[in-house]
């Protein structure tokens, strides 16, 4: 079997096609269908007619926390925080971008007028994130004085326009600090229609960290060292994948957080807890069929991930086509369909 490097999953992407606004309306998007040997470019709403009565989809129900929070040091430096998980009744765990980093024990001042104090460094003495006791409900806090945490590569301030769209329709637990995005294209005329042919619907959660943008920086794809995040298969789902097991349907993953959140639960048997579970070429899939997502990011972690899945050259061969043929990437973006080899 051939090794790989993270070289592999270089690729060079014209600028210009990075989305950085959602399409007009969610389902308008572009899919690219790479089911077959030959691409089809179809538009996302097309995606149920691909399909079968009996199929499940099975979508990641997090919801995305205005996350990124800024405010100062007590000597007038500013700074930002970006909220990784909430750990307590007012304590987090949060990313920090400041000129120096300030000591433990020292109070912030926010935006907003609330403070934060820093208790240390997370998960440990030489983490690369930091605690903090806020004074109030960290997701209230975040409500009324939060921004939405866009990616690193979309270059505009949030507005009220991303609040709505980089969510998805049926986002329901808070704490993600990055959108499921490959969901963020069903609306629910689309859902209606998936409904109308028999295709069933089921969630699961994974809140899902901003470390899905970092890309991997150690050429040895053993060497690298995924974040961790939470996720959970709830009971319902469980049964819903076992009825589907029954009468001979496709599971059908909506994003990558889907797929390591389900890949997870059938590796350890826990419906809840943390994942750091790190997919490349020749990993065995248990459960996922066939994947919807979007176009990720060169050298990443997500670009292993679909190559492990739909096969290294298919996937290279379908990047190939989607920038010849002018596709948006990333994660306002558009979709692709893919089968498990």
Known sequence: MRTFSVGDFDFALPPELIAQHPAAERSASRLLDGLGATPMDRVFRELPAQLREGDLLVFNDTRVVKARLFGEKPTGGRLELLIERVTGAREVVAHMKVSKKPQPGTVLRMDGGFTATLLGRWPDEDGALFRFALDDDPYALMERHGHVPLPPYIEHADTADDERRYQTVFAKRPGAVAAPTAALHFDEPLLGELAQRGIA???????VGAGTFQPVKAENLAEHRMHSEWYEVPQATQDAIARLRHRGGRLVAVGTTTVRTLESWSRTGQASGDTSIFITPGFAFREVDLLVT?????R????????????YEHVMALYRHAIAQR????????AMLLART
């Open 300 to 311: 990443s972690t997500l670009m292993m991930l679909v190559s492990a899945f739909a096969g």
């Open 327 to 334: 596709y948006r990437f990333f994660s306002y973006g558009d």
């Open 294 to 298: 979007n176009f990720h990011l060169p």
């Open 201 to 207: 619907c089921a969630s699961v959660t994974l809140h």
